[in-house]
């Protein structure tokens, strides 16, 4: 006997991976340069040479016996206290190593934050449409109800209604992702104090706070004009969860954090509980080297002019060809609809007819939009632009 | 609101954590050399130096955009392939690469396997006295219930009839962990032969399979002419827990497996529900780059002379002074007894009166006994025993 809710969690078919799979065949028979792959959001610029320098630097320095011995489990003090310094200074705030807890990455650290936050039987958690697929998996591992509010396709900022129609008296939280995994959106300030403004009514209206999740590992990717507003300054009662997987290109690595700010309703109380829920699922500690690594890299920022002249390229040929989307301003991902709004045989059609790898909505909460990420190689997206123009022609 | 369950595990007082605060402060009152902390169990010697050597070679050689890049969620194939050929010459089993699961060390392997099993409403998992504490934490987050063997006080082997007496028709599996935290005492084949048999008759009689969870953190720490039996020879459906912390020195490095050996029932289903719990705690990968210093140092062994010596001098020393404790045959910890069958008041009294700081046996499951860590420095041991005597003496 086994658990079979784990069961299908392990052996469902990822759409991704099977897409990937396709191109790695595919390119054994037709050569890998016609294999136009947009289905990884693996980091394509490598690491600051800061990360290595320091890797090296620290084995070499650290005594061997506290090199890699454990810390406590929120992470070290010194490590927490570089990162606190550098979010205070860059986005005018006043943390401390306290309020920050190391984890091993964003994903545990967002499924630590819903657990912390799952209180009542039938707590609600809420997500807008377009979304991280894997939101719904850690919000049901937490036992709350995940709800899905409707996308904005005018722009994918938020929709305030459609949230504002599926908030209830057990809501406990709304998820919001900015820059936006798959879409690209960055939410705007004026976006974000609607939202704001109408969880402040909520919570006033049902006798407690709703909190914000503010997951974050693209805030680094930013281009051209577009700014990330610091959530926590907008709505009080924020969470950060944050990876430096993609600011760093280390996904790999697996070092993140959760960030309460003190202002936050219940803080400490909730930063007690994000630590229970850590240690209930095996968080002992986050990497020891590589908590010394953010240490000395807090302030390092990514080189982004690759994945800025890929973004512009593929908006602006896509968009001539007559592809409809909404220009991604972060990250390093578009979400384009389909030509006739089936974006599963589009994705199909795509993948069979022109090894032209793009991943269908649906699991993100758009079946009509399909993501490409532009975290690849310049050359790929110039040679894969025909069979773009050949698919949309295909439609005609 | 926020979870009470969790904000409980979070603020729960650690009686460890306790007993090296003391210390530390203590340290500053009376000097460093007059506190005696066996508190905590961190390796006190050095990596093997390979692994040094193996993170700066890796961090040159590999390529950049993939040394840090994600890994698939079970491991690099190479690295897996390359513990479990090092397994099965060891061992002489016939492992290969789709046996392994390489988690964040080995608390998120065993928490995911707790889950993968926990399959009824109800479901048992059991313990046998004395254990490690973070047991009862991992098997109620996957919503197991936990069951306590009674220990075998004679020598910490296993009360066979204390298990039998505790095993139901919901039982999933029955936790093994040698060689031991907290007792030193390793498990011996007959022992195992004893259990193995007993759970083939009550799988029998239940009509499903129980389970072994064999936790082996400490597999490779084993003194003299004590041998640690491969459990899985022993009984087919063993699943296997390991970190590399305490064998590499490596603990704050967060990487270890579970391993599935083919003959394990339901294997497959097992390894896809242990990647699918894995995923719902937010596993992605383990550390990239520990993931290499494990291809490169599979076969590399701890030199255990240190604790060995450690072992023979406290063992010997306390015997001497009419303490009871069955000699430790592995791991870095010894199990006394209490002289009046107090542990709390003798851990008190001895952090009170002498700055001999020793773990009380209660969160263990035993406790009349307290645990010693000996991973210190071998003057500490020396410059501890006047006050082991006195407090010997205090209950004449």
């Known amino acids: 006997m086994f658990n079979t809710k784990y069961y299908q969690l392990g052996t469902a078919p990822s759409v991704i991976r099977k897409l990937f799979a396709y191109g790695l065949e595919q390119a054994k028979i037709v050569g890998e340069e016609n294999v136009y792959d947009y289905s990884l959001g693996n980091p394509s610029i490598p690491s600051p040479a800061k990360v290595n320098q320091s890797i090296h630097k620290i084995v070499d320095d650290v005594e061997p016996l506290k ?5 406590m489990a929120p992470g070290f003090d010194d490590a927490r206290a570089a990162v606190a310094e ?9 943390l401390n190593a306290g309020n920050l807890f190391f984890t091993c990455g964003a994903a545990p650290a967002f499924v630590a934050v819903c657990k912390a936050l799952a209180a009542l039987d039938n707590s609600e958690i809420i997500a807008i449409a377009p979304f991280f697929p894997e939101y719904r998996v850690f919000v049901e ?30 809501t406990q939280a709304v998820i919001i992702n900015s820059p936006n995994n798959p879409s690209g ?3 705007t300030e004026e976006t974000l104090r609607e939202l704001a403004g109408l969880l402040r009514a909520k919570s006033k209206e049902y006798g407690h706070q709703i909190y914000i999740i503010s997951d974050e590992p693209y805030r680094e990717l930013v281009y ?15 969470i950060i969860c944050y990876s430096f997987s993609k600011s760093l290109s280390i996904p790999g690595e697996r070092i993140g954090y959760v960030c309460i700010p003190d202002r936050c309703a219940d803080a ?17 500690c986050s990497p020891t080297l590589m908590q010394r690594v953010i240490q000395e890299c807090a302030d390092e920022m990514p080189d982004l002019e690759a994945y800025d002249q890929n973004r512009r390229l ?3 040929a896509l968009t001539k060809m007559g592809y409809e989307c909404v220009r991604p301003d ?5 979400f384009v609809k389909a030509p006739n709004g089936d974006a599963n045989r589009f994705s199909e059609k795509a993948m069979k007819d022109f090894n032209l790898l793009v991943v269908p909505g649906e699991g993100f909460g758009c079946p009509d939009y399909f993501r490409l990420s532009y975290c690849v190689d310049h050359e790929m997206i110039k040679r894969s632009l025909p069979a773009f123009q050949a698919m949309i022609d295909a439609y005609k």
């Open 67 to 71: 090199l890699h011995g454990y810390s």
């Open 86 to 94: 550098s979010l205070s200074r860059r986005f005018d705030m006043d």
């Open 141 to 170: 591992e937490s036992g709350a109800i995940f709800k899905v509010a409707p996308a904005d396709k005018e722009n994918f900022q938020i929709d305030i209604d459609g949230v504002s129609a599926i908030l209830s008296s057990r």
């Open 185 to 187: 959106a960055v939410y």
């Open 224 to 238: 051209g004009d577009a700014r990330v507003p610091f959530v926590p300054h907008i709505y009080e009662n924020s």
């Open 268 to 284: 400490q109380a909730l930063y007690a509980a994000v630590a229970g829920a850590s240690r209930a699922i095996g968080h002992v």
């Open 314 to 316: 593929i908006y602006s």
């Open 330 to 334: 972060g990250a390093f991902y578009m």
